[in-house]
């Protein structure tokens, strides 16, 4: 059994699971709101994985690198793995995974990898931390995958719910393929508007995929209440929402990476969303989600 950690302040209270580093709960303490979905595994068992280091999957499961094959499933290792505990505040912790030898197997790369989750009043702020611990160039991905409880309170119903984007927004659905790959053109979506209204049907073909939108910033809100929350996400150049079919939550999934298009040639240095990181340099990026009443 992987063990929880937990840290709370006046307003917030969250639970991370040493496995994958992963949020597992974030209740707003005034009034016992839990925000995170439960990770019913007859559902779908997870809550908030760290996406490392792909995101997505691989045309077959597969890339090249430096004239050898290598098998990657869908958004990578990190999120089945144990991190180490390394840092704990009253308001923060810190988690750590390294290479193994199975890692290298799979991904031949030395690194360091830090998940920091931060409470700031009604804010959580999670923060990935990749450093090329290695002696070359290293390539990755990475990215979020929280699922919020949707409904969010008793009595409202799951339509009622919508996020609403910081800018109106003309951005097209990049649909996905067989085998979890992105199509080779967008389909219309959002047009000249700041309004998603989220329905249980619009999961039904996989994920919600934006390549281009110019909002960082978004809330969700409800018909029926006032409360929600903002999320943001800043230095994440694509945005995915998904749901398992007719689940009551929906992820909203900042991601410094992307599926393979499918037609990829599974060179991991010019994959779609991939990142170069020099020997000793670190990659920073953040997302948070802030309640509001």
């Not at 931060?118 to 931390?129: A, C, H, S």
């Amino acid at each position: 059994m992987a063990k929880i950690y937990q840290i709370e302040n006046s307003v917030l209270k969250i639970a991370v699971s040493e496995k994958g580093a992963e949020l597992q709960s974030l209740v707003d303490k005034t009034t016992g709101q839990e925000y995170m979905w439960s990770g019913d595994p007859e559902i779908w068992g997870k809550h908030s994985p760290v996406l490392f280091p792909i995101v997505g999957a691989l045309k077959d499961n597969t890339y090249q690198y430096e004239g050898h094959s290598y098998q990657l499933n869908r958004h990578g290792f990190a999120r089945e793995m144990n991190f180490l505990p390394v840092g704990r505040l009253a308001d923060e912790l810190v988690f750590l995974l390294k290479q193994t030898a199975e890692t290298l197997d799979v991904y031949p790369f030395e690194f360091d990898l830090k998940l920091k989750y931060r409470l700031d009043g009604k804010m959580l702020t999670v923060t990935y931390d990749v450093c090329n611990t290695g002696a070359q160039k290293m390539w990755f991905s990475i990215g979020g995958h929280p699922a919020f409880k949707l409904p969010l309170f008793k009595g409202d119903a799951y339509a009622e719910y919508y996020l609403e984007f910081e800018e109106k927004e003309d951005a097209g659905r990049w649909p996905i393929e067989e085998g979890g790959l992105l199509a080779s053109a967008p389909v219309p979506f959002l047009n000249n508007t700041p309004v998603l209204r989220l329905n249980k049907g619009l999961f039904a073909k996989d994920a919600v995929v934006f390549k281009e939108l110019k909002s960082r910033k978004l809330a969700l809100r409800s018909d029926r209440t006032k409360m929600g929350f903002d999320f943001s996400w800043q230095g994440f150049p694509y945005l995915g929402l998904w749901a398992t079919p007719g689940a009551n939550f929906v992820c909203i999934e900042p991601w410094c990476g992307i599926a393979d298009g499918v037609g990829a040639d599974g060179d991991l240095s010019k994959k779609e969303g991939i990142h170069a990181l020099e020997p000793g340099r670190h990659f920073v990026r953040s997302w948070s989600v802030t309640i509001f009443s």
